[in-house]
């Protein structure tokens, strides 16, 4: 199977184990027929390889369609114990982007105000531009976390292993698979012609920003990705040698 036609089939069906029902087939069928031309004929390297963070955007408005798309494919993505933490929410109304924006900004006005920031002013000037250019992206896509208890955590938790401890010892499964669909959103969203950004810098404002979205407990905030046409061509950026990254033993 070649590349193109991994990348199609993974945007464009939906893998079952066991017989199919004829209602479970035609419902395949369905899918398949309702995703064609969910992914642009590109192979997965390219994909990946051309894949750019993007923080410009035409003010044109994504289709739904698209986002189902991006989204569906981020679903895709490995996840601890096959949980599938993540929780997603598409915010296309231009008036909340600007409410998000704005609860970052007067989280840093807050910073700011801090003693120990009274010689980092260039620092927080600094990140007030690159944490609110979302808001200009004709989308933004809030990505979300739930917990995830494993058979472990809760033979640590008997044992009495303090919270800390655990997160060293089991390094958050749950981000980790959230981490792993973000990946595959902002891939998905480049291979359908779009760009994007993952984006951590606002979740300084995650409080508020859950209560404008209305996410509640125990769900929580890990990322923004700002979706749309790009307005720019960002240059490749240098990535480390493969010397330098990977080690056989």
């Known amino acids: 199977m070649s590349a193109v036609t991994r990348l199609r089939h993974l945007a464009g069906t939906i893998v079952r184990r ?19 031309g969910a992914a642009a004929d590109v192979s997965f390297a390219a994909a ?62 807050e910073i700011g105000a801090w003693p120990e920031a009274a010689d980092l002013q260039a620092e927080v000037r600094a990140v007030r531009g690159y944490a609110t250019f979302f808001a200009e992206a004709p989308l933004v896509i809030a990505v979300c976390a739930l917990p995830y208890e494993s058979r472990i955590d809760r033979l640590l938790t008997a044992r009495g292993v303090p919270p800390d401890e655990r997160d060293r010892l089991r390094q958050r499964p749950e981000i980790q698979s959230v981490g792993a669909a973000v990946q595959l959103l902002i891939t998905a969203a480049h291979a359908l012609g779009y760009g994007g950004c993952w984006m951590s810098a606002p979740v300084i404002a995650c409080e508020a920003i859950e209560c404008i979205l209305g996410v509640e407990p125990p769900a929580r905030l890990v990322a923004l990705v700002p979706i749309g046409r790009p307005a720019q061509s960002p240059p490749p950026r240098r990535r480390l040698s493969l010397a330098e990254v990977l080690r056989f033993r």
């Not at 017989?19 to 064609?36: V, Y």
């Open 18 to 36: 066991g017989p199919l029902t004829d209602r479970r087939r035609r419902r395949a069928r369905g899918d398949r027929i309702e995703s064609a």
């Open 48 to 109: 990946v390889e051309g894949r750019a963070s993007v923080r410009r955007y035409l003010p044109d408005a994504v289709p739904r369609a698209d986002v189902q798309r991006m989204v569906a494919l981020a679903t895709r993505a490995a996840s601890a114990g096959n949980a599938q933490s993540w929780r997603f929410v598409a915010v296309e109304d231009g008036a909340t982007r600007r409410r998000m924006k704005a609860a970052v900004e007067e989280k840093l006005d």
